[in-house]
């Protein structure tokens, strides 16, 4: 009872104390005084006496602070995140972790009041969040702030919930770029018109971070749903698979058995120990408190082995797969064809999903690897060599060029 009182009062304090500190950080907030946490970039954390306590305000770093003035001074100019960020690396100038630039860390300090001297407070907190404004030295006028935030959301995306989001991408987390090992996102040229995909690296940080190429999404995904569709989609590929599948499962209900006959053999000994246990209790040659604990234990014991022994039998009873006809065989594959064919990207994918491990992009090539061995020569993996093609920059703008791109990528393979 002691005991729990105390955990009681623990539970009481520590949510009295945290009310205490939220409370104590908004009203030291509500004053202007920054509430802790790392300083933004550009800024550094001065203390302050206020009254008997030592509170903080920020000031400009003399290093930093010119960074962020130049950010916003080349996006009012008309440039973009990424070449900002591009701009920064090539100068040298890393973020505060000593990495490279990226656009979206760009994007934060461009959206972030703090530096036109407004305090933001609690935006998280589930109350209305306090602001004060003049709150530190600013290192950018109003106007230049207001300014910049107007450009970057005439030039941003729609924005959509995550959970309305769908990639109408086919490969979406299945491809990678075999020179850095990025994931390949995809992105679309002319107004959404053309569609590629690009190793992540080199569309956040430029072509000096991974020179990853364009390629197009209807070449990529075709040739390989072809692929997928010549091993899978067939009658006597599916008749194989189904073959192999039954050999697995009779192999596995043979293994079952086994171990059934081994769990038997365990409940039928513990019967025989359990048995000579009782008669000892009946001779009296032993007493019942200096056999009860191992009448106990041998007791638990059985219990055990007859729950395995249930599932075991349960599984075994379960129905043996059998291979079905050939008329079976060809509604399965019909089927699956108007899977990949008319059904929505998620069920694509998630087919895909089931037979493709993931794909490897390189410069002159490309693997596949397979969950499961493909036949008819149980492939596992497979490289398909694809013929070089120039593309410096963007995507090409025009339908003649992406009809060309398409004829220049035409694939030759090899198997492995």
Not at 124 to 129: A, I, M, V
Not at 198 to 214: F, H, L, Y
Not at 361 to 376: A, G, K, W
Request: with cysteine; net charge neutral.
């Amino acid at each position: 009872m002691l005991e729990g009182i105390i955990e009681v009062l623990d539970e009481f304090y520590s949510a009295n104390l945290a009310q205490d500190v939220t409370r104590g950080m908004r009203e030291s907030a509500s004053r202007g005084y920054f509430s802790g946490g790392k300083p933004p970039y550009g800024y550094n954390i001065n203390k302050v006496r206020d009254g008997h306590k030592m509170r903080s305000t920020l000031v400009p770093n003399p290093i930093t602070a010119p960074v962020v003035m130049r950010m916003f001074g080349e996006c009012q100019s008309g440039k973009g995140t990424r070449e900002i960020a591009r701009g920064l690396d090539s100068d040298g100038i890393t973020t505060p972790n000593g990495k490279r630039w990226v656009g979206t860390a760009v994007l934060r300090i461009l959206y972030n009041e703090a530096y036109i001297g407004t305090l933001v407070w609690g935006k998280r907190s589930g109350e209305d969040p306090v602001r004060v404004e003049n709150a530190w030295p600013p290192l950018i006028d109003k106007d230049t702030f207001y300014k910049v935030n107007s450009f970057l959301k005439s030039r941003g995306p729609k924005i959509v919930h995550p959970r309305r989001t769908v990639s109408e991408y086919l490969f979406s987390g299945l491809m990678k770029c075999g020179t850095c090992g990025g994931a390949m996102s995809g992105h679309s040229a002319k107004s959404g018109q053309f569609f590629y995909y690009r190793c992540s690296n080199a569309s956040k940080r430029g072509a000096e971070a991974c020179p990853g190429r364009w390629i197009p999404k209807s070449w990529i995904e075709s040739f390989v749903i072809d692929k997928i569709r010549n091993y899978i989609l067939s009658d006597e590929n599916i008749l194989e698979l189904v073959q192999l599948t039954t050999e697995d499962m009779e192999e596995s209900l043979g293994t079952e058995r086994q171990t059934l006959r081994m769990i038997e053999k365990q409940v039928a000994d513990v019967d025989m120990r359990l048995e000579h246990l009782y008669d000892a209790l009946e001779t009296r040659s032993f007493s019942a408190e200096e056999l009860a604990p191992r009448i106990r234990k041998l007791q638990s014991k059985r219990a055990e082995l007859m729950v395995k022994k249930n599932q075991a039998e349960t599984y075994l009873q379960s129905d043996i797969v059998t291979v079905p006809d050939l008329q079976i065989v060809q509604d399965y594959a019909d089927d699956l064809k108007a899977l990949l064919g008319s059904s929505p990207i998620v069920e694509q994918r998630t087919f895909l999903k089931t037979f493709i491990e993931g794909i490897e992009m390189r410069e002159n090539d490309f693997t596949v690897d397979y969950t499961l061995p493909m036949p008819p020569n149980n492939l596992k993996s497979e490289v398909f060599g694809v013929l070089p093609f120039d593309m410096n920059g963007r995507p090409c703008r025009s339908r003649t060029c992406d009809t060309l791109i398409k004829s220049q990528i035409s694939p030759s393979f090899s198997l492995h």
